[in-house]
């Protein structure tokens, strides 16, 4: 970043994925809310969706509906989309602007964690990204005294999730909520992931050959040998069982390389995945006792 460091992160969602209008995000915030349920004893941390509120809002408030009002400090763990770096950043300023005012960032906690090994101050990366800030007017609507941890998780190395998740255990006080952003589920063409299957033929058929690359090129090296031809003993019931065997063992296969290419990849686009990398949700749940 060129220039001195600003004391406040400025909003650059605001306008396109939720209202830029104080009194109209507010309004879209406190219906969100309403419509979220009421709170549910316990609650210490949840997973949300990042996309703009026309989309994943409701779902979003949900989670934090559950959470309830007595939220004193938020803890929020978001994916880093747009940089590529190991670990955890930090923002270093004191608060995060939203249109329904700042939201004041934990001095002494973001101290604790910036030393840490694995998480180190990186106001750049929090320029661009969007599954931070838009949770934010959701928590000002909750709990409009509440505090921010701001942490994007960026890639992480086997063990890194343990550290972590160790460093934040030790902010889990009462009043303290952990929040997880996640893209939850990608779906549509140009994600490959059709949850409703399209009835016409040529995209059936499109979607099939693809599903057939995918699966040559998972199990390149992996050659099935034809069986031989013993007449119709062969093609018997067990024969036909043995098939459908291999071929459910074909189709577990390529999900679970599908899943650790989407693991290790960092992405959903162009790659045909339907749930995005999890290093937020995997800090999480190390996070417990």
């Not at 249109?99 to 906690?109: S, T, W």
């Not at 190395?157 to 952003?181: F, I, W």
């Not at 050959?209 to 031989?228: C, F, N, S, V, W």
Request: charged share 20%.
């Amino acid at each position: 970043m060129a220039g001195p460091l600003p004391s406040v992160k400025e909003p650059h969602l605001a306008g396109r994925w939720y209202p830029v209008a104080p009194a109209e995000l507010a309004q879209s915030v406190r219906e969100l809310l309403a419509a979220g349920g009421s709170p549910r004893p316990g609650v210490v941390a949840v997973v949300v969706p990042h996309a703009a509120y026309q989309y994943s809002g409701p779902t979003a408030a949900h989670g934090f509906a559950a959470a309830g009002a007595g939220v004193r400090r938020a803890i929020v763990l978001a994916p880093s989309h747009f940089a590529h770096f190991r670990g955890a950043a930090l923002l270093p300023m004191s608060g995060y602007r939203t249109p329904l005012g700042v939201v004041p960032i934990d001095a002494e906690a973001t101290a604790a964690l910036a030393r840490v090994p694995l998480v180190r101050p990186n106001p750049a990366v929090f320029m661009r990204e969007h599954a931070l800030e838009i949770q934010l007017p959701l928590l000002q609507g909750l709990a409009p005294e509440c505090a921010l941890v701001p942490l994007l998780v960026g890639s992480l190395e086997p063990g890194d999730a343990v550290a972590l998740a160790a460093a934040l255990r030790s902010l889990l006080e009462p009043g303290t909520l952990l929040v997880a952003s996640s893209d939850l589920t990608h779906y549509g063409r140009r994600f490959d992931y059709l949850p409703v299957p399209p009835t016409d033929a040529a995209t059936v058929a499109a979607a099939r050959r693809r599903r057939l690359r995918r699966l040559r090129r998972a199990h390149r090296g992996h050659h099935l040998r034809p069986e031989p031809d013993r007449g119709r003993a062969a093609r018997s019931a067990g024969g036909r069982a043995r098939g459908a065997a291999r071929v459910h063992h074909l189709a577990r296969r390529d999900r679970r390389l599908r899943t650790h290419r989407q693991l290790r990849g960092g992405g959903v686009h162009g790659r045909g995945m339907t749930v995005p990398p999890r290093p937020p949700r995997g800090v999480m749940r190390r996070c417990g006792p």
